[in-house]
């Protein structure tokens, strides 16, 4: 088991608040390494500081009643209409929310809510995790600590229990009453109840209507202060389990973890566990939370059913990998077989290490090789070994055939679109023709742009293709606001700050959301930044 890693509650309130002001931390999900918003997130911090949220905001004005408040984004779960939405929130408001929480009389509440969540026998996974380092791929702090803290422990509870609870929450963060935020701070129907006037609670809402259109439901995806304002309802809920637990007389031994939305219940009382589970749903459904049946069952085999089921398939299904690389004698062999999966694990976190395990092997195989070769010479009446340098081409079908498997892939993945679009663009760049490349390109472009909701999908052909596209004068072929800053122009606003007060909002630093000297490292090939930076951090 890996060692405890600090999570954001270890860190006094003015640590805290710059913790969740990082361009890291304001952006959960994948972005191109060009993409930084440090100093728009300093340029907010130092501006608004301490002035009130009402002597910001322009009179008869609010946020809650204006469209494109917030960079929308809708990820296509199943290519079509399944979405899930995430956003890059309007810095403003976002930080309005994170001074909320880490003002010092507000971390102080905050963090004696958490000590009162944290009751014997439930676990919580989820609290926002401080990285000690550069981080080599995205998240890798959060991803290890789930590694460590859900699945290792789940297994290594197996050797204390015999049966195993699993159920999540059904779209959790959207159906989150803002209500519960008051019932939260007051400790409502608890040990500790003790009904306060919590400004805290009622800031919270407010914000909270405010990215959202002024709707009273929910809480936005995309950033970890997100994360962190709805460990305080699940948090809450624990509290509350725990007690109803107790008051049900629940006598034999148990253990519970939880990771966000997802529940894990060990006991060695089958029925005792049933009764836990039914607990379970009372609380939720008090909270406006729904258990997913789909997702729900009772395991007595707690091992295997530990591990998600993608990685476990993943496991005893895939070829074998050895020290000669890999059973596939072909990368379009290799790339089916990720297609194949990935309709059985959708966007499945196996997937994203299938397409990297491909893009390595592609790379590999493309680095530059010696071969010897002898030739006869009359004058020295022998042969003469010479070396040369060559480039393999990549086996198993045209290049052509191969990006179109990795561009289904990501079509029917899009929220890891990014990692096929790495792959596509590594086998485009061993193209020697340039007519060829170009038209590969153009197919490809044409392919994933014009599918619906391909913001995500357009955010990463950018990345792709900006190399040809400046050489090409084509940088107009990108509508989306954020893609029309990395060709320098931006005529429309990322966000909608009309409700802000000019003097706040003109200075506003749109130029440094995209980095030029990281932009004049883009080469065809993408590179993500955690690799990057790891790689210029560790091993300069």
């Known amino acids: 088991m890996n060692k405890k890693v600090q999570n954001v509650l270890s860190l006094m309130s003015d640590e805290a608040l710059n913790f969740f002001m990082k361009s890291e931390q304001y952006h959960g999900f994948e972005l191109p390494e060009y993409f930084v918003f440090d100093n728009v997130l300093q340029y907010v911090k130092d501006v608004v500081g301490d002035l009130a949220y009402e002597d910001c905001v322009m009179p008869h004005t609010?946020?809650?009643?204006?469209?494109?408040?917030n960079f929308d984004i809708l990820l296509n779960k199943?290519?079509?209409?399944?979405?899930?939405?995430?956003?890059?929130?309007?810095?403003?408001?976002?930080?309005?929310?994170?001074?909320?929480?880490?003002?010092?009389?507000?971390?102080?509440?905050?963090?004696?809510?958490?000590?009162?969540?944290?009751?014997?026998?439930?676990?919580?996974?989820?609290i926002p995790v401080v990285p000690e380092k550069v981080e080599s791929f995205h998240k890798s702090t959060t991803i290890l600590n789930w590694w460590s803290s859900m699945e290792q422990r789940s297994i290594e509870l197996s050797l204390e229990y015999r049966y195993m609870f699993v159920t999540d929450i059904t779209n959790c963060y959207g159906s989150v009453n803002p209500q519960v935020f008051d019932w939260a701070f007051d400790l409502k129907n608890t040990q500790y109840e003790s009904p306060c006037d919590h400004n805290i609670a009622n800031n919270i809402q407010k914000y909270l209507r405010a990215f959202q259109q002024g709707r009273n439901i929910g809480i936005p995806q995309g950033s970890a202060i997100f994360d962190f304002v709805g460990e305080i309802i699940l948090g809450y809920s624990?509290?509350?389990?725990?007690?109803?637990?107790?008051?049900?007389?629940?006598?034999?031994?148990?253990?519970?973890?939880?990771?966000?939305?997802?529940?894990?219940?060990?006991c060695n009382e089958k029925d005792q566990l049933e009764q836990m589970s039914y607990i379970l749903q009372q609380v939720l459904e008090s909270l406006n939370f729904r258990m997913n049946s789909s997702k729900t069952k009772i395991s007595e085999s707690i091992v295997t059913d530990s591990i998600k089921s993608d990685k476990l398939f993943?496991?005893?299904?895939?070829?074998?990998?050895?020290?000669?690389?890999?059973?596939?004698?072909?990368?379009?062999?290799h790339l089916l077989y990720i297609l194949m999966f990935a309709r059985q694990y959708p966007n499945s976190g196996q997937v994203k290490t299938m397409l990297s395990d491909v893009d390595k092997r592609i790379e590999e195989w493309l680095q530059p090789q010696e071969r010897e070769i002898r030739s006869f010479t009359l004058e020295r009446e022998g042969f003469v070994s010479t070396k040369?340098?060559?480039?393999?081409?990549?086996?198993?079908?045209?290049?052509?055939?191969?990006?179109?498997?990795?561009?289904?892939?990501?079509?029917?993945?899009?929220?890891?679109?990014?990692?096929?679009?790495?792959?596509?663009?590594?086998?485009?760049d061993s193209v020697s023709d340039a007519q060829e490349k170009q038209e590969v390109i153009e197919m490809v472009y044409n392919?994933?742009?014009?599918?619906?909701?391909?913001?995500?999908?357009?955010?990463?052909?950018?990345?792709?293709?900006?190399?040809?596209?400046?050489?090409?004068?084509?940088?107009?072929?990108?509508?989306?606001?954020?893609?029309?800053?990395?060709?320098?122009?931006?005529?429309?606003?990322?966000?909608?700050?009309?409700?802000?007060?000019?003097?706040?909002?003109?200075?506003?630093?749109?130029?440094?959301?995209?980095?030029?000297?990281?932009?004049?490292?883009?080469?065809?090939?993408?590179?993500?930044?955690?690799?990057?930076?790891?790689?210029?951090?560790?091993?300069?």
């Open 447 to 540: 392919k994933l742009a014009n599918t619906p909701n391909s913001t995500y999908n357009q955010l990463w052909l950018q990345n792709m293709t900006y190399t040809q596209d400046k050489e090409n004068n084509r940088c107009d072929r990108y509508n989306i606001r954020l893609c029309q800053l990395v060709v320098g122009e931006h005529t429309m606003p990322l966000w909608n700050n009309s409700w802000l007060k000019e003097d706040i909002i003109k200075q506003l630093p749109y130029d440094s959301i995209v980095d030029k000297d990281t932009l004049k490292k883009v080469t065809p090939v993408i590179t993500f930044r955690e690799r990057r930076a790891y790689d210029e951090n560790f091993y300069v």
């Open 62 to 69: 609010l946020p809650d009643d204006l469209a494109d408040v």
């Open 78 to 126: 199943d290519g079509r209409y399944a979405v899930r939405p995430i956003v890059l929130a309007n810095p403003f408001l976002y930080y309005f929310l994170v001074r909320e929480v880490c003002n010092e009389e507000g971390w102080a509440v905050v963090k004696s809510l958490f000590e009162k969540f944290n009751v014997p026998g439930i676990t919580s996974c989820a």
């Open 238 to 266: 624990d509290l509350l389990l725990h007690e109803a637990i107790q008051r049900a007389g629940i006598t034999a031994k148990y253990e519970i973890i939880r990771y966000r939305d997802d529940y894990r219940i060990f």
């Open 388 to 428: 040369e340098t060559y480039v393999r081409k990549l086996t198993g079908g045209s290049v052509r055939a191969m990006v179109a498997v990795a561009v289904q892939i990501a079509l029917e993945n899009v929220t890891m679109c990014n990692y096929a679009l790495k792959v596509i663009s590594r086998m485009i």
């Open 314 to 333: 993943y496991i005893y299904n895939t070829p074998i990998f050895n020290k000669k690389g890999t059973d596939f004698d072909s990368f379009e062999k």
